[in-house]
C-alpha cells in the first residue's frame, strides 16, 4: 500500500506530525473537499492560458522584473494600527519613488476603506477595486504587493488566492521597531547597492531511519546543488549535505560568518500541539541532522537539535539574505489544520490564533540588518514538492525559482513558478473531481497525489517585500565581512521613546572601506600633531556629538504627538505667542495626534455650519506637518548615528 | 600640509551658501510677546523665517518660484554628493596605487569643488606618498580653525533645526501669517482674517519652504558625516576623522555655493 510522507515532527513527542496516511484515506480526503468554484476558475484560466503558451502575471507589454513598469502596493487591514505605516515608511517612500518616475497609477497604498476586510475573498477585494480576473494590468492594481499585517487581520487563504494573480509577500511582526527595522534594512541595501559574494549554500539534511528527509536530502537538496554547481561557474555553490548538516553548521550560514546571499534548506519543521508553550516561538524552527532519528528518539526534542529564533543572536550577520527554507510550519501556521478537514469532519485547531513563524520573524528584523525575503511554508511541506508518482524527480520549478532568483529577479516574480504549478494541478484535479462525480474510477494515489501537491504548491509563500532582489555582485569575489545596518530608531507607542543604536552603521560602502584603511595604525610622522590638534577638537567633536544625541532624544520624546493649531485674527502683527498658544486670535481648528492613533479634532464653525475653506487649510498644514517630521526624524537619525560611528574607537 | 584650494579661491576664502543664510534670528520676535518653553533658548535666537512677498501677484509668485528652485537644486545636489566622494576617492587611490601625484588637468571633468577637494586630499596624503611634510604650528592652527568653524557652522544650524521656529509672510506691507513651528512639525498658525485665497496659498508655500530648508540643512550634516568617514578612511591617519570632517564641510558648503551661483544665472 502506497504510504504519504511529509515533513514535520513534534517536538513535544519527538512523533511525525502526522501519521503517514494510505493514499486512500487522502483521496477520500480530496474527493470530500468543498472547492472554491471562483478561485478554481480562476486557476483553470491561469493554467489554460499558460497551456497555450499565452501569459498570466502582468499584462503582456509590461517587464515583470521592472518594477517602475510592474508597479508596486502595500496593503493593510482596514483597522491597521496606523503606527505600522508610520514605520514602514522609510519603505513605503523608497518604493514610491522607484514607482513614480513613471505612472502614478503604478503605486497604491490601501489601507482603512480601501484596506482588507474582514471575510473579503480575493475576488471580492479585487472586484473592490474594479480589478477583474486575468493578467494584472499594474494600473490598476500593482502587480507587486505587500501585505503588512498578521494573517489573523489578513488570512493566509487571502494571501495565496492573491498570489495567483500578482506577486505577493508578507511581513508581520510583533512591535513597530522590527517594521522599521525590516523597513530600513530592504531600503539601504537598494540604495548602497549592496553587493554580496555570489554564494548559493545548499543545506540537507538526512535524518537516520528518516524516510522524509532521507528523500529530500536526495531527489531535492543533492540534485540541486549538482545542477547549479553546473551551470553557475562564477558562483560559490556549496553543498552541506548529511551528516555535515548539523545545527552549528547551519548556524554558521545563517548569521555566521559562512552566511551566503541565498540559501536553501530541506529538513523537518518543528510542530507542537495547541497552546505548547513552544509553540509560538519554536514551531517551524528547521530540525538539524543532531536528531539521530525516529528510531533512536522517542521523546521531547531539545533545542539542540533544531535551530529556532532565540538561536539568532543579536551579532548575526544576515543583512541582504533570502532564504528559502523547506519545512513545515517554516514560514507559519494556519489557525485550523485544513489537512485534516475532511479526514475527521470537523477542522480541528492546531493553534489559538495563525501566525508567522519566529525564525523568518527575526531573520527579517534582526537589528544589525535583517534578510530582505525567506520563502517558506504555511501548513504541511510534502514530497510531492520535488517528487511525483510514476514520474520522479521533478525540480524545475526548485531548479527555475532559484535561477531566477540569481538572476536578480524580484523574490515575486521569481516564484512564480510555483504558482503556475499550483493552478496546473489545481485545474487538473478539478476535472479528475468532476470525472469522478460523473463515475469515472480513479487511481486513489493519483487524487491523492494530486490534491496534497496541490495544498502543498499553494502554500509556499514569501516573507518581505515581493519586489526585494537578490543583492549579489556583478562576479565572483572573495568573501568579505558582511555589512550591517544601523536600525532606525521609532518612537514605542507607549511610554518613553527608546534609543536602540543597533551595532556599526553601514555606510554606503562595504566595511573595508568604512574601517581602518590598511596601515591606520601606522605612524608616518604625522601622528603627534594629529594628537596635539586632537585633544584641541575632540572636546568640540564630542559636544556636536552630544548635540546632535541631545537632537534626536529630543525628537523622539516630541514625536510621540502632533499638534497642528490653526488661529484666525484681525491683526496677525499684534498677535502673541504665550504658554502654547497665540493670544490676540481666536483658535479655529485644532488636530492633536498621537503616536497610538488617539486623534483630537476640533473642526472650525461659521454660523453653524463647517467652515470648509479653514478646514481644508486646516488639513493640508496637517498634512504638512506630518510629511515634514518624518523627513526630519529620518535625516536626523542617519546623521547622528553616521557620526557616532565615525567617532568610535 | 594642508593646501587651500586651488583656481578661484583665495586662501581663508570660505563660502556659505544662501540655504544656510534664509534664517534669520530677530529680536523683534520677543516683542510680539514669545513663550513657548524656551528653556534654555534665548529670545533673540530664535530662528524665523520671514518672507516679504511684493504685492502683485506674479511677481510674488516668481520670488516663491524662484526660491523653491533653489531648495529643490540644493536638495539635489546633496544627493549628488555621496556618488561625487566616491568618484574622487577612486581617482585618489588610482592616483596613489601608481604613486603619481594628482594631475588635475587630466582630470577635466572634475567641478571646482571636486578640484579643490581633490587637491586638499593631495596635499594630506604627500607624506604618505613619500613627500617630505614638515609639521609646524601652522599647520596645527589651521587644522583647529578648519574645526572650529566647522564646529560653530554645525552648533548654529542645529539650532535653527532644533528648536521652533517663527515663519512669517508679509504680502506689500501686510503681515498675512504667522506659524510657530516646531522641529517636529508642531504648528501653530494665525492667518489674517481677512485674507484671500491666495495669500493663503502663500504662506503654506512659504511655510513649506522654511521646512525644507531645515531639512535640508539636516541632511547637510548627514552627507558632511558620511562624506567624512569616507575620506578618513582614505587619509589613514591616527587623526583622519579629524581633517576629514571641516574637509568634507567645506566641500558640500562649496558645493550649495555652486548650486546658488548656477540659479542666480538662470
Same mark, same amino acid.
Given at each position: 500500500?502506497?504510504?504519504?510522507?511529509?515533513?514535520?515532527?513534534?517536538?513535544?513527542?519527538?512523533?511525525?506530525?502526522?501519521?503517514?496516511?494510505?493514499?486512500?484515506?487522502?483521496?477520500?480526503?480530496?474527493?470530500?473537499?468543498?472547492?472554491?468554484?471562483?478561485?478554481?476558475?480562476?486557476?483553470?484560466?491561469?493554467?489554460?492560458?499558460?497551456?497555450?503558451?499565452?501569459?498570466?502575471?502582468?499584462?503582456?507589454?509590461?517587464?515583470?522584473?521592472?518594477?517602475?513598469?510592474?508597479?508596486?502596493?502595500?496593503?493593510?487591514?482596514?483597522?491597521?494600527?496606523?503606527?505600522?505605516?508610520?514605520?514602514?515608511?522609510?519603505?513605503?517612500?523608497?518604493?514610491?519613488?522607484?514607482?513614480?518616475?513613471?505612472?502614478?497609477?503604478?503605486?497604491?497604498?490601501?489601507?482603512?476603506?480601501?484596506?482588507?476586510?474582514?471575510?473579503?475573498?480575493?475576488?471580492?477585494?479585487?472586484?473592490?477595486?474594479?480589478?477583474?480576473?486575468?493578467?494584472?494590468?499594474?494600473?490598476?492594481?500593482?502587480?507587486?504587493?505587500?501585505?503588512?499585517?498578521?494573517?489573523?487581520?489578513?488570512?493566509?487563504?487571502?494571501?495565496?488566492?492573491?498570489?495567483?494573480?500578482?506577486?505577493?509577500?508578507?511581513?508581520?511582526?510583533?512591535?513597530?521597531?522590527?517594521?522599521?527595522?525590516?523597513?530600513?534594512?530592504?531600503?539601504?541595501?537598494?540604495?548602497?547597492?549592496?553587493?554580496?559574494?555570489?554564494?548559493?549554500?545548499?543545506?540537507?539534511?538526512?535524518?537516520?531511519?528518516?524516510?522524509?528527509?532521507?528523500?529530500?536530502?536526495?531527489?531535492?537538496?543533492?540534485?540541486?546543488?549538482?545542477?547549479?554547481?553546473?551551470?553557475?561557474?562564477?558562483?560559490?555553490?556549496?553543498?552541506?549535505?548529511?551528516?555535515?548538516?548539523?545545527?552549528?553548521?547551519?548556524?554558521?550560514?545563517?548569521?555566521?560568518?559562512?552566511?551566503?546571499?541565498?540559501?536553501?534548506?530541506?529538513?523537518?519543521?518543528?510542530?507542537?500541539?495547541?497552546?505548547?508553550?513552544?509553540?509560538?516561538?519554536?514551531?517551524?524552527?528547521?530540525?538539524?541532522?543532531?536528531?539521530?532519528?525516529?528510531?533512536?528518539?522517542?521523546?521531547?526534542?531539545?533545542?539542540?537539535?533544531?535551530?529556532?529564533?532565540?538561536?539568532?543572536?543579536?551579532?548575526?550577520?544576515?543583512?541582504?539574505?533570502?532564504?528559502?527554507?523547506?519545512?513545515?510550519?517554516?514560514?507559519?501556521?494556519?489557525?485550523?489544520?485544513?489537512?485534516?478537514?475532511?479526514?475527521?469532519?470537523?477542522?480541528?485547531?492546531?493553534?489559538?490564533?495563525?501566525?508567522?513563524?519566529?525564525?523568518?520573524?527575526?531573520?527579517?528584523?534582526?537589528?544589525?540588518?535583517?534578510?530582505?525575503?525567506?520563502?517558506?511554508?504555511?501548513?504541511?511541506?510534502?514530497?510531492?514538492?520535488?517528487?511525483?508518482?510514476?514520474?520522479?524527480?521533478?525540480?524545475?520549478?526548485?531548479?527555475?525559482?532559484?535561477?531566477? +532568483?540569481?538572476?536578480?529577479?524580484?523574490?515575486?516574480?521569481?516564484?512564480?513558478?510555483?504558482?503556475?504549478?499550483?493552478?496546473?494541478?489545481?485545474?487538473?484535479?478539478?476535472?479528475?473531481?468532476?470525472?469522478?462525480?460523473?463515475?469515472?474510477?480513479?487511481?486513489?494515489?493519483?487524487?491523492?497525489?494530486?490534491?496534497?501537491?496541490?495544498?502543498?504548491?499553494?502554500?509556499?509563500?514569501?516573507?518581505?517585500?515581493?519586489?526585494?532582489? +537578490?543583492?549579489?555582485?556583478?562576479?565572483?569575489?572573495?568573501?568579505?565581512?558582511?555589512?550591517?545596518?544601523?536600525?532606525?530608531?521609532?518612537p514605542?507607542?507607549?511610554?518613553r521613546p527608546?534609543?536602540?543604536?543597533?551595532?556599526?552603521?553601514?555606510?554606503?560602502?562595504?566595511?573595508?572601506?568604512?574601517?581602518?584603511?590598511?596601515?591606520?595604525?601606522?605612524?608616518?610622522?604625522?601622528?603627534?600633531?594629529?594628537?596635539?590638534?586632537?585633544?584641541?577638537?575632540?572636546?568640540?567633536?564630542?559636544?556636536?556629538?552630544?548635540?546632535?544625541?541631545?537632537f534626536?532624544g529630543k525628537a523622539l520624546d516630541d514625536a510621540a504627538s502632533l499638534e497642528v493649531a490653526t488661529y484666525v485674527s484681525r491683526d496677525v502683527a499684534k498677535c502673541k505667542f504665550e504658554e502654547g498658544r497665540f493670544t490676540g486670535a481666536d483658535l479655529r481648528a485644532l488636530t492633536h495626534v498621537k503616536i497610538d492613533g488617539d486623534t483630537l479634532v476640533c473642526v472650525p464653525e461659521d454660523a453653524g455650519e463647517v467652515d470648509t475653506e479653514l478646514w481644508r487649510i486646516h488639513l493640508e498644514m496637517l498634512a504638512q506637518a506630518q510629511n515634514s517630521r518624518m523627513e526630519l526624524i529620518?535625516?536626523?537619525?542617519?546623521?547622528?548615528?553616521?557620526?557616532?560611528?565615525?567617532?568610535?574607537? | 600640509?594642508?593646501?587651500?584650494?586651488?583656481?578661484?579661491?583665495?586662501?581663508?576664502?570660505?563660502?556659505?551658501?544662501?540655504?544656510?543664510?534664509?534664517w534669520g534670528a530677530s529680536t523683534e520676535v520677543s516683542s510680539a510677546g514669545l513663550s513657548y518653553g524656551l528653556g534654555e533658548v534665548e529670545v533673540e535666537s530664535v530662528p524665523v523665517w520671514r518672507l516679504p512677498?511684493?504685492?502683485?501677484?506674479?511677481?510674488?509668485?516668481?520670488?516663491?518660484?524662484?526660491?523653491?528652485?533653489?531648495?529643490?537644486?540644493?536638495?539635489?545636489?546633496?544627493?549628488?554628493?555621496?556618488?561625487?566622494?566616491?568618484?574622487?576617492?577612486?581617482?585618489?587611490?588610482?592616483?596613489?596605487?601608481?604613486?603619481?601625484?594628482?594631475?588635475?588637468?587630466?582630470?577635466?571633468?572634475?567641478?571646482?569643488?571636486?578640484?579643490?577637494?581633490?587637491?586638499?586630499?593631495?596635499?594630506?596624503?604627500?607624506?604618505?606618498?613619500?613627500?617630505?611634510?614638515?609639521?609646524?604650528?601652522?599647520?596645527?592652527?589651521?587644522?583647529?580653525?578648519?574645526?572650529?568653524?566647522?564646529?560653530?557652522?554645525?552648533?548654529?544650524?542645529?539650532r535653527t533645526v532644533s528648536h521652533f521656529a517663527w515663519v512669517e509672510t508679509a504680502v506689500?506691507?501686510k503681515l498675512i501669517a504667522r506659524t510657530i513651528v516646531g522641529w517636529d512639525g508642531d504648528a501653530d498658525t494665525a492667518w489674517e482674517a481677512e485674507s484671500n485665497a491666495?495669500e493663503y496659498q502663500d504662506h503654506q508655500r512659504s511655510l513649506s519652504q522654511a521646512l525644507a530648508s531645515r531639512?535640508?540643512?539636516?541632511?547637510?550634516?548627514?552627507?558632511?558625516?558620511?562624506?567624512?568617514?569616507?575620506?578618513?578612511?582614505?587619509?589613514?591617519?591616527?587623526?583622519?576623522?579629524?581633517?576629514?570632517?571641516?574637509?568634507?564641510?567645506?566641500?558640500?558648503?562649496?558645493?550649495?555655493?555652486?548650486?546658488?551661483?548656477?540659479?542666480?544665472?538662470?
Open positions: 500500500m502506497e504510504e504519504l510522507f511529509f515533513n514535520g515532527i513534534d517536538g513535544s513527542t519527538g512523533n511525525y506530525l502526522l501519521p503517514r496516511l494510505t493514499a486512500a484515506t487522502l483521496s477520500a480526503i480530496a474527493r470530500g473537499e468543498v472547492q472554491d468554484e471562483a478561485l478554481l476558475a480562476e486557476l483553470k484560466r491561469r493554467h489554460e492560458l499558460e497551456s497555450l503558451g499565452g501569459h498570466y502575471g502582468v499584462a503582456g507589454e509590461v517587464d515583470p522584473a521592472d518594477l517602475s513598469q510592474a508597479g508596486w502596493g502595500i496593503l493593510f487591514a482596514h483597522d491597521a494600527d496606523p503606527g505600522v505605516r508610520e514605520a514602514l515608511a522609510e519603505l513605503i517612500e523608497w518604493r514610491r519613488e522607484q514607482v513614480l518616475q513613471k505612472d502614478e497609477r503604478l503605486f497604491k497604498e490601501l489601507s482603512g476603506p480601501d484596506g482588507y476586510r474582514p471575510g473579503e475573498s480575493k475576488n471580492d477585494f479585487l472586484s473592490r477595486h474594479s480589478v477583474g480576473p486575468g493578467a494584472v494590468d499594474p494600473t490598476k492594481m500593482p502587480y507587486y504587493l505587500l501585505i503588512a499585517g498578521s494573517p489573523e487581520s489578513i488570512p493566509y487563504r487571502f494571501q495565496t488566492q492573491l498570489d495567483i494573480q500578482f506577486a505577493v509577500g508578507r511581513i508581520h511582526f510583533d512591535n513597530l521597531e522590527d517594521y522599521a527595522r525590516y523597513a530600513h534594512s530592504v531600503v539601504e541595501a537598494e540604495k548602497m547597492n549592496l553587493a554580496l559574494p555570489r554564494k548559493i549554500t545548499f543545506f540537507g539534511v538526512s535524518n537516520p531511519d528518516d524516510r522524509a528527509t532521507g528523500l529530500s536530502v536526495e531527489e531535492l537538496v543533492q540534485p540541486l546543488a549538482e545542477a547549479f554547481t553546473e551551470d553557475y561557474k562564477d558562483w560559490t555553490v556549496e553543498a552541506v549535505l548529511k551528516d555535515a548538516a548539523t545545527k552549528s553548521e547551519l548556524a554558521s550560514r545563517l548569521g555566521g560568518p559562512g552566511t551566503p546571499g541565498l540559501l536553501f534548506t530541506a529538513s523537518h519543521g518543528m510542530g507542537f500541539p495547541y497552546g505548547d508553550a513552544r509553540q509560538l516561538p519554536h514551531q517551524g524552527a528547521l530540525l538539524c541532522q543532531d536528531w539521530p532519528g525516529p528510531n533512536n528518539w522517542r521523546k521531547p526534542l531539545p533545542q539542540d537539535f533544531y535551530f529556532a529564533a532565540d538561536d539568532l543572536p543579536e551579532d548575526a550577520h544576515l543583512f541582504g539574505l533570502i532564504a528559502f527554507c523547506f519545512a513545515c510550519y517554516g514560514a507559519g501556521t494556519p489557525r485550523l489544520d485544513e489537512f485534516a478537514q475532511q479526514a475527521f469532519k470537523a477542522r480541528t485547531e492546531i493553534a489559538p490564533q495563525a501566525f508567522l513563524a519566529s525564525l523568518p520573524q527575526r531573520m527579517l528584523a534582526h537589528p544589525k540588518g535583517g534578510a530582505l525575503a525567506f520563502v517558506g511554508h504555511v501548513d504541511r511541506a510534502w514530497g510531492y514538492s520535488f517528487m511525483w508518482p510514476k514520474a520522479g524527480r521533478q525540480l524545475t520549478v526548485f531548479r527555475s525559482a532559484l535561477s531566477q +532568483l540569481m538572476n536578480k529577479y524580484p523574490v515575486g516574480a521569481a516564484l512564480e513558478f510555483f504558482n503556475e504549478k499550483y493552478a496546473e494541478i489545481s485545474s487538473d484535479l478539478s476535472v479528475l473531481l468532476e470525472d469522478i462525480s460523473f463515475g469515472k474510477t480513479a487511481d486513489d494515489l493519483e487524487v491523492a497525489g494530486m490534491w496534497t501537491a496541490n495544498n502543498d504548491a499553494r502554500n509556499y509563500l514569501i516573507l518581505g517585500d515581493p519586489a526585494v532582489r +537578490l543583492m549579489v555582485g556583478e562576479k565572483m569575489e572573495p568573501e568579505v565581512e558582511r555589512p550591517e545596518v544601523i536600525t532606525i530608531i521609532k514605542i507607542p507607549s511610554g527608546t534609543a536602540t543604536p543597533m551595532g556599526p552603521p553601514v555606510g554606503t560602502q562595504p566595511p573595508s572601506a568604512t574601517g581602518p584603511a590598511p596601515g591606520a595604525a601606522i605612524d608616518y610622522g604625522l601622528g603627534d600633531v594629529f594628537r596635539q590638534a586632537g585633544a584641541n577638537v575632540s572636546s568640540g567633536l564630542g559636544k556636536l556629538v552630544e548635540r546632535l544625541g541631545d534626536l529620518k535625516t536626523a537619525i542617519s546623521a547622528v548615528t553616521g557620526l557616532a560611528n565615525l567617532i568610535k574607537p | 600640509m594642508v593646501r587651500e584650494a586651488q583656481a578661484g579661491r583665495s586662501e581663508g576664502q570660505e563660502l556659505t551658501p544662501a540655504i544656510f543664510e534664509m512677498l511684493p504685492a502683485d501677484p506674479a511677481a510674488a509668485d516668481r520670488q516663491l518660484l524662484d526660491r523653491q528652485a533653489l531648495l529643490d537644486a540644493s536638495r539635489s545636489a546633496l544627493e549628488g554628493v555621496p556618488e561625487s566622494i566616491d568618484r574622487l576617492l577612486e581617482s585618489s587611490r588610482s592616483a596613489s596605487a601608481g604613486g603619481v601625484a594628482f594631475d588635475l588637468e587630466s582630470i577635466p571633468t572634475f567641478t571646482q569643488a571636486e578640484a579643490d577637494l581633490l587637491a586638499s586630499l593631495q596635499a594630506l596624503r604627500q607624506p604618505l606618498l613619500g613627500v617630505s611634510f614638515a609639521v609646524d604650528e601652522e599647520q596645527r592652527g589651521k587644522l583647529e580653525a578648519a574645526f572650529e568653524r566647522f564646529s560653530a557652522d554645525i552648533d548654529r544650524l542645529l506689500g506691507e491666495l531639512n535640508i540643512i539636516l541632511h547637510a550634516i548627514l552627507v558632511t558625516v558620511q562624506s567624512a568617514a569616507k575620506l578618513a578612511a582614505l587619509l589613514a591617519t591616527p587623526g583622519g576623522v579629524l581633517l576629514a570632517l571641516p574637509l568634507a564641510w567645506r566641500f558640500v558648503n562649496q558645493i550649495l555655493a555652486d548650486v546658488e551661483k548656477i540659479q542666480n544665472l538662470k
